[in-house]
């Protein structure tokens, strides 16, 4: 015979007889396994959650238990079923444990709290914790049970399951003395079975039982208050939503760090850690705007780097729920500038309603001691109609400082580094802004990501492509406003909500208090490679022709400004011969006659977009090329005594370096070519 047990017996049947709060046991047993019960004292349930006599016996062993650590901010519910099991065994199993029909549901006013006064750690009589604050609720047990009929005890709050204990029911004194204890409570037919249940204020944590997380069930028909404290009482994080239309259902909120210490993925200086909101049901909208603040996060919350002014301008952030969208919040003064907004008579007075007089002490304490100076000026929250992630940052805009337009040799470094300017809406330069950069193809850069300094510069150095032609490098920030894509005045302004005492433009807007949808913000440096070249005009006999005579040429020999030359001399080439008076007079390169090529070519520099002449003087025919094209048809012919101006062509070509190729053969007799470079007059 179990005597221990048998000694706590006589106080179940008064609590079910007498509906009492809690019967406590004179004598508690020694904590054992419970195979029916999941609590924060049996089976690795919810380490912040707990069954109370008489639905589980009573232990001296709760380690879990938390002194002064009920969380009465909730709207618990209660579900009662009968499961489908008949015999004790049968519970075990998981078609056991399913239910018989639907469940009976004890909820809103029905499950009441308790605020018994606060005793000493461990209570001198029982052994068991002297905290019980503890939700209660009453269940009519059907004078139909048998003592084949098993229920399972649910407690949640909204779709979570805290934990549930099992019951049998309880016909005769025989069953009940005979009752396993170790896995069902009593539920003796035709009384009222009393479930006492704690919760923790950890208990809808992420994680069940550690912290630090607030989370509280608000009533949208009047709208309510949560909030989380740090290690030293202060307020870290609160969401207050007011009254709503439509007014149900009722929304329970947490509130907690973002997990694993995450911020939000903008390139905005940020401030402060992350905090996250989520609400019971999933995807709540308000239509009235909801406060979410952020009081203090901190060694994290270090605004040294910002000017007074500045400070005032930093911004709640939001992230969607599913992390596409990054809005920033119109601006609540929800902490205070010069002290604590935990410190409170709200805050005192809500504590005591919640049963939390050790919190309470803090906030009467804070009523009366020195306040610390807060870190934010004012704006030390956000109004959102949803929830999700949320996190303090200082709009921003970017813009080309330095370094645009560059002309520089393919494959080297430009002389001035490219440089971008990040400010805040009032001009005032933005210090720890990220900037993204990213060359284009072929260049090089000797970061992808700076910090702004002090003076809200960011510079990087930049190496364009080996090839010659234009560039480009894109300096970019997640968040950050460019001069194209901005916030919502007509200025160019960060993104960033229009209020009164951000509105340096004074406009009128009709609904100015809504959130701003931040993009991607970017700006473009270029560059072009150029490779040294001569500059025009290029007269008829100029110096400086590359040439090679008779053989093969390099593939690339027409289009590449670096691909080297066998000599360099003079035009005009050929071989003397006194009929012609070109070939007389204008040789100044030796070409032999008599089935030869002579290939020829020069670079020359355009620093805008020009229009050039090509004339040719040969004997006999030639191909011309534009940086590896063709400006025939094909080979031309020519016959007789060369003259200026046997083929002429004119071509518009951009800024750069280009190459002019030419590809001369002689068919016996006398040779001779030149060219000239020029820009037309028309």
């Not at 119109?330 to 504590?351: I, K, M, T």
């Not at 702004?452 to 300096?475: E, F, H, I, K, R």
């Not at 809504?514 to 560059?527: E, I, M, R, S, W």
Request: hydrophobic letters at 40%.
């Amino acid at each position: 015979m179990r005597t221990r047990q048998l000694a706590w017996v006589p106080a179940l049947l008064l609590a079910a007889c007498q509906g009492g709060e809690i019967a406590q046991p004179s004598t508690p047993p020694a904590q054992v396994p419970s195979l029916a019960i999941s609590d924060g004292a049996h089976s690795a349930g919810n380490v912040d959650f707990f069954f109370l006599p008489p639905v589980v016996i009573p232990t001296a062993a709760l380690t879990n238990w938390t002194h002064d650590g009920f969380n009465g901010a909730l709207s618990p519910s209660v579900e009662i079923c009968r499961l489908v099991a008949t015999t004790a065994a049968q519970v075990a199993t998981v078609a056991g444990s399913q239910c018989n029909g639907s469940p009976v549901v004890i909820s809103g006013p029905a499950v009441k709290k308790h605020f018994p006064p606060l005793a000493d750690p461990t209570d001198a009589i029982t052994g068991l914790p002297g905290d019980w604050a503890h939700y209660h609720a009453k269940w009519p047990i059907p004078s139909t049970c048998t003592a084949s009929f098993f229920y399972r005890v649910r407690v949640k709050v909204g779709a979570v399951e805290l934990g549930f204990a099992d019951v049998q029911c309880i016909t005769s004194i025989i069953q009940l003395l005979t009752l396993d204890y170790r896995k069902f409570g009593p539920a003796i037919k035709g009384t009222t079975l009393q479930i006492p249940f704690r919760v923790e204020r950890y208990a809808l944590c992420p994680v069940p039982g550690v912290g630090p997380c607030g989370t509280a069930t608000i009533p949208l028909s009047t709208g309510g208050h949560v909030e989380f404290p740090g290690s030293d009482g202060h307020t870290v994080g609160a969401v207050t939503i007011p009254a709503q239309t439509p007014t149900s259902p009722d929304v329970t909120v947490t509130i907690q760090p973002c997990a694993g210490g995450a911020s939000l993925p903008i390139d905005l200086p940020k401030f402060g850690g992350c905090v996250s909101v989520t609400t019971d049901p999933a995807g709540l909208e308000l239509t009235n705007a909801a406060t979410v603040e952020i009081c203090n996060l901190g060694a994290d919350l270090d605004l040294s780097g910002l000017t007074p002014a500045q400070k005032a301008r930093v911004t709640l952030h939001r992230q969607s729920t599913d992390l596409t969208v990054l809005q920033a919040l119109p601006h609540v003064a929800g902490c205070a500038a010069d002290a604590a907004v935990n410190y409170s008579v709200g805050g005192f007075l809500r504590e005591l309603v919640h049963g939390d007089f050790h919190r309470a002490g803090l906030q009467l304490f804070g009523l009366v001691a020195p306040q610390p100076l807060n870190a934010l000026d004012v704006g030390a929250g956000g109004l959102t109609f949803d929830f999700s992630n949320f996190q303090f940052a200082l709009p921003s805009k970017i813009q080309i400082l330095l370094g645009d337009g560059q002309t520089v040799p393919p494959g080297t470094l430009v002389p001035v580094n490219p440089t971008v300017l990040v400010t805040d809406l009032m001009g005032d330069p933005v210090r720890n802004a990220t900037v993204n950069f990213a060359a284009s193809a072929g260049g090089s850069i000797g970061a992808a990501s700076v910090l702004t300094g002090a003076d809200g510069q960011a510079a990087v150095t930049w190496t364009v492509a080996a090839a010659p032609g234009p560039n480009s490098l894109v300096a970019s920030g997640r968040g950050i406003a460019d001069p194209v894509h901005n916030g919502p005045r007509s200025t160019f302004d960060p993104f960033m909500s229009i209020q009164s005492a951000f509105n340096p433009s004074a406009e009128v807007i009709p609904n100015p208090l809504q959130p701003v949808d931040l993009l991607t913000g970017a700006v473009t440096f270029t560059a072009t490679g150029v490779y040294p070249g001569d500059p025009l005009p290029i007269n008829y006999g100029s110096a400086g022709w590359s040439y090679q005579i008779d053989g093969e040429v390099p593939t690339d020999w027409f289009s590449n400004p670096v691909t080297p030359f066998e000599s360099v001399g003079p035009g005009g080439f050929g071989e003397n011969h006194d009929a012609c008076s070109l070939i007389g007079s204008g040789t100044q390169t030796t070409w032999p006659a008599g089935n030869t090529v002579l290939w020829v070519r020069r670079n020359i520099s355009l620093p805008t977009t020009t229009t050039i002449q090509i004339s040719v003087a040969i004997d006999n025919d030639v191909e011309i090329y534009v940086d590896g094209v063709n400006q025939g048809p094909g080979l031309l012919v020519h016959d007789n005594c060369p003259t200026q101006g046997s083929f002429v062509r004119t071509i518009s070509l951009p800024a750069g370096t280009h190459v002019v190729a030419f590809k001369a053969i002689d068919r016996g007799g006398s040779s001779y070519f030149d060219a000239s470079i020029t820009i037309p007059s028309f």
